[in-house]
């Protein structure tokens, strides 16, 4: 069964760094576009970055454009999300989200998501 | 950008009723439409993509139409399981961009 779990959530200060990591199972993780969308309180789904199925291209909202990274270790079957300078508007769940096409495709829907794990922005 | 409005956005259905939610997209998307299942404190799941497609383990209750700018997703035999926020999303344009849901609660 594919499995992805999201990890390094927190409290951070305003203008503070995290980085979340979302390990994978059960399926060729090389193969496909790996997501983050992430979902504020009270509000619904949104979109954050996707990375191509071999780390060589990567897209993200405008909103995190230039202070989030998305990465990828196919070796280690593990995604992150770099965030830096981050916001109190940034507070959210994230979770990672699997591409239900695999290869170059990544305008994609989702076809397996985790759990997701919560960011807090705050002083 | 593609805005995508989800309409209502709230659902009081009878158990073993009929729920129908309707998605209209701001331009043109083909069938690259898909839908969510979202229940508090769970993933989202996957139930229809590329507007009418069911995902797989998906029920039969769960259907999904439409094409273009409006699309429905239809749940036949409301359950208690059934009990969430759907959301739609379209994948056309970057970027991907998600209704604001419907949440669907028994009567």
């Known amino acids: 069964q594919v499995q992805l779990v999201e990890s390094g959530g927190g409290v951070v200060q305003p203008g503070g760094s995290l980085r979340l990591s979302c390990k994978v199972s059960e399926f060729a993780f090389r193969n496909y576009p790996m997501h983050w969308v992430r979902q504020a309180p009270g509000k619904g789904l949104a979109w954050v970055a996707v990375i191509s199925y071999d780390d060589k291209n990567k897209y993200y909202a405008d909103s995190v454009d230039g202070r989030f990274t998305i990465s990828r270790d196919n070796s280690k079957r593990t995604l992150y999300l770099d965030m830096s300078s981050l916001r109190p508007e940034d507070t959210a769940t994230y979770y990672c989200?699997?591409?239900?096409?695999?290869?170059?495709?990544?305008?994609?829907?989702?076809?397996?998501w985790g759990p997701g794990t919560q960011v807090t922005v705050s002083s | 950008e593609v805005v995508l409005s989800q309409s209502p956005a709230s659902l009081s259905v009878s158990p073993g009723g009929r729920a129908t939610l309707s998605c209209r997209a701001s331009?043109?998307?083909?069938?690259?439409l898909a839908w969510y299942q979202h229940r508090p404190g769970r993933a989202p799941r996957l139930l229809i993509y590329d507007a009418t497609n069911r995902a797989t383990g998906i029920p039969a209750r769960f259907s999904g139409s439409g094409s273009g700018t409006d699309f429905t997703l239809t749940i036949n035999g409301l359950r208690l399981e059934d009990l969430a926020v759907y959301y739609c999303?379209?994948?056309?344009?970057?970027?991907?961009?998600f209704g604001g849901g419907t949440r669907v609660e028994f009567k």
């Open positions: 331009q043109g998307i083909g069938n690259y």
């Open positions: 999303q379209q994948r056309t344009n970057r970027p991907l961009t």
């Open positions: 989200a699997k591409s239900g096409l695999s290869g170059f495709d990544w305008l994609s829907y989702f076809d397996t």
